[in-house]
């Protein structure tokens, strides 16, 4: 058997700086090669067998994952908010971050997370860019309400965006001049190709091999729709890594973080560590639930008698992350249960 020899990566745009340890801790090698496909390779060509690797998740984390996994006897990513020995260190620089996490890697002390696979990273980032189409689009609309209000152009705010009243408007209203339409159109036109471009993204992952039989099950609860479905299925991933509901919320960013010492206990707002697309999704979701479940729509008056509407939006939107757990892990349709099944409260 040949003993195992440990890596650690620090991972920047341009650079990547290593340190290559065997189990009693002694260094082997150091350096910094490009961070480019073709260096990482070269570099791999090098190394002592056997050998595994771990590094920090950053925005370049998954194409380097990618190229290390089929040569590796293992690749990990650490938590960067949980590397505490490298975030409170007096001295740090890249090299020395470099020997931390091989040494955070080789005495088992790695605060590892989850890497999806490549094909839902890759579906991940379409369903983000999609997200992102649809702020640009809102801004659009808002600028051309904007630039009306600041004509002092009289219009019908829930027919302002359909085509037919646009274009009337524009050539009607006398109080908007050839500068004013000209931006006016421009605003319009790019908001109209946002949305195309937008509702092709969404059609082509509604399709999907990998996505569609998974997102048709997770439609069948009631107030998810495909936007929300898909969400779930990207960001998550492998639902079967939350071992409860409560961790699933806890991911999703449902609720406060704790804090608490000897008999002093104090609960914060909701957490900042958290997926926010998750929580963004899910929690509009929790708003449009009440009106297509009577059940989710008696959980939120229950709690809104308690006195705080936003506590029901997100005591709706942590059942819904109940549901959706059911339904993935299940593989199977959502049924409700009979209310003579029921015990009463």
Same mark, same amino acid.
């Given at each position: 058997?040949?003993?195992?020899?440990?890596?650690?990566?620090?991972?920047?745009?341009?650079?990547?700086?290593?340190?290559?340890?065997?189990?009693?801790?002694?260094?082997?090698?150091?350096?910094?090669?490009?961070?480019?496909?073709?260096?990482?390779?070269?570099?791999?060509?090098?190394?002592?067998?056997?050998?595994?690797?771990?590094?920090?998740?950053?925005?370049?984390?998954?194409?380097?994952?990618?190229?290390?996994?089929?040569?590796?006897?293992?690749?990990?990513?650490?938590?960067?908010?949980?590397?505490?020995?490298?975030?409170?260190?007096?001295?740090?620089?890249?090299?020395?971050?470099?020997?931390?996490?091989?040494?955070?890697?080789?005495?088992?002390?790695?605060?590892?997370?989850?890497?999806?696979? *490549? +094909?839902?990273?890759?579906? $991940?980032?379409?369903? /983000?860019?999609?997200? %992102?189409?649809? @702020?640009?689009?809102?801004? #659009?609309?808002?600028?051309?309400?904007?630039?009306?209000?600041?004509?002092?152009?009289?219009?019908?705010?829930?027919?302002?965006?359909?085509?037919?009243?646009?274009?009337?408007?524009?050539?009607?209203?006398?109080?908007?001049?050839?500068?004013?339409?000209?931006?006016?159109?421009?605003?319009?036109?790019?908001?109209?190709?946002?949305?195309? *471009? +937008?509702?092709?993204?969404? $059609?082509?992952?509604? /399709?999907?091999?990998? %996505?569609?039989? @998974?997102?048709?099950?997770? #439609?069948?609860?009631?107030?998810?729709?495909?936007?929300?479905?898909?969400?779930?299925?990207?960001?998550?991933?492998?639902?079967?890594?939350?071992?409860?509901?409560?961790?699933?919320?806890?991911?999703?960013?449902?609720?406060?973080?704790?804090?608490?010492?000897?008999?002093?206990?104090?609960?914060?707002?909701?957490?900042?560590?958290?997926?926010?697309?998750?929580?963004?999704?899910?929690?509009?979701?929790?708003?449009?639930?009440?009106?297509?479940?009577?059940?989710?729509? #008696?959980?939120?008056?229950?709690?809104?008698?308690?006195?705080?509407?936003?506590?029901?939006?997100?005591?709706?939107?942590?059942?819904?992350?109940?549901?959706?757990?059911?339904?993935?892990?299940?593989?199977?349709?959502?049924?409700?249960?009979?209310?003579?099944?029921?015990?009463?409260?």
């Amino acid at each position: 058997m040949h003993a195992m020899y440990y890596i650690g990566l620090d991972v920047h745009k341009r650079t990547i700086s290593y340190c290559v340890k065997d189990v009693s801790g002694r260094v082997h090698r150091e350096g910094t090669i490009p961070a480019t496909r073709m260096d990482l390779d070269g570099w791999m060509s090098t190394l002592p067998q056997p050998w595994t690797v771990a590094m920090e998740a950053t925005v370049f984390s998954g194409w380097i994952y990618d190229q290390l996994v089929p040569h590796a006897a293992a690749v990990k990513v650490a938590h960067p908010l949980m590397l505490r020995a490298i975030a409170v260190a007096k001295k740090k620089n890249d090299r020395i971050d470099a020997n931390k996490i091989c040494d955070c890697l080789r005495c088992d002390f790695l605060p590892e997370c989850y890497m999806a696979s *490549t +094909e839902i990273r890759e579906r $991940r980032r379409t369903l /983000r860019y999609r997200n %992102l189409l649809v @702020r640009q689009m809102v801004q #659009m609309k808002n600028k051309v309400a904007g630039l009306l209000m600041e004509a002092g152009v009289t219009y019908n705010k829930q027919r302002l965006h359909k085509v037919g009243y646009f274009r009337e408007l524009l050539a009607t209203s006398p109080d908007i001049n050839d500068e004013l339409r000209c931006l006016l159109r421009l605003c319009h036109e790019t908001a109209v190709r946002l949305g195309r *471009t +937008e509702s092709a993204l969404m $059609r082509s992952l509604q /399709r999907d091999s990998i %996505l569609q039989e @998974r997102v048709e099950r997770l #439609m069948t609860i009631p107030a998810v729709g495909p936007v929300t479905a898909l969400t779930w299925a990207l960001e998550v991933g492998d639902v079967q890594r939350f071992s409860s509901i409560k961790k699933a919320i806890s991911y999703c960013g449902l609720c406060g973080a704790e804090k608490s010492s000897g008999t002093l206990v104090q609960r914060t707002p909701l957490s900042k560590q958290r997926n926010k697309h998750l929580q963004t999704t899910l929690i509009e979701a929790a708003k449009m639930a009440p009106r297509n479940s009577a059940a989710l729509a #008696m959980i939120y008056d229950r709690e809104k008698q308690k006195g705080n509407a936003n506590r029901a939006t997100l005591a709706v939107a942590r059942k819904l992350v109940a549901y959706l757990m059911a339904v993935d892990r299940g593989q199977r349709s959502f049924q409700a249960v009979e209310a003579s099944n029921c015990t009463a409260a």
